[in-house]
């Protein structure tokens, strides 16, 4: 109180009123015109009572993302970006070595919080497709620990991955661009890291893509004990099975009849999954590759 009272004597009047007034100006920039031009026909909205904390989220934007936060779970509850066809020959980018504390975060998840604990530091914005198309500070962004959830190894390195690289280099180049929302499914009871408290286990994962062109989706949902070598089209579910279990509302902006027939629609036809939904992921294939070369 002191403290206060002295910075309040200490600033003038009018350098707090302008601060304010830029506060104003940067929340309003924020929620009308950049967090809109990263995501398509609306940010997700929590269904739930917002009287529960479970639901709440902050909206954080990063370099080629934006992360639907939950200081609360210690997870992000959605992850929204947009893919186009990557380039050939593009440059690979060095994968950082290590996860980072988000400084805008509450609960300040550590790297050190998943040790031991069985499970992977899970990307939600994919560290390949988002270093590829946006950079190398894209690339780190997806290392702060707000776009990271616990994903089990068989589904992380194997399964996962392979979704990851169907967005990028199978549904981006087939619909032109792709919106991609992804993010973690929690059911009861309430798991935590032995090692964190901050940091709730999901029993699954979602991922949907949509081609904005066509009023396309296609969505998954991916439960945690996989063994990784499954068929992608094994987990495809509507985009409305994806609301049920996760209390969001996706692309209410849409009109009620083009966002009731895409949600309630699945239709791996259009996509071409077939053509991927056995395929092993490159980093399976290139072990093969080492293994196979061995005399």
Known sequence: MVLGRWLLRLVPPGIWLLAAV?????????MRVAQPRMSWMGLPRAQFDWSTPNSWFRVLRNQGFLVGYSDWRGNPLWVCYRLSPARENGPALKRPSRFYADWRALNRVRHEDYAGSGYDHGHMAPNHAISVLYGREAQEDTFLLTNITPQRPNLNRRLWERLEEAELDHFAPRA?????????VFEAPLERLKASWRVEIPDAFYKIVVAPDSRKAIAFIMPQNVEGNEPLDHYLVSVDSVERRTGLDFFHELDDAAENRMEAEVDPDFWRLQDVAHKAGRYHRAEHQVAGSKP
Do not use: D, K, S
């Open 176 to 184: 032109g661009q792709v919106w991609v929302y992804t993010g973690p």
């Open 22 to 30: 830029m506060l104003g100006a940067w929340q309003v920039y924020e």
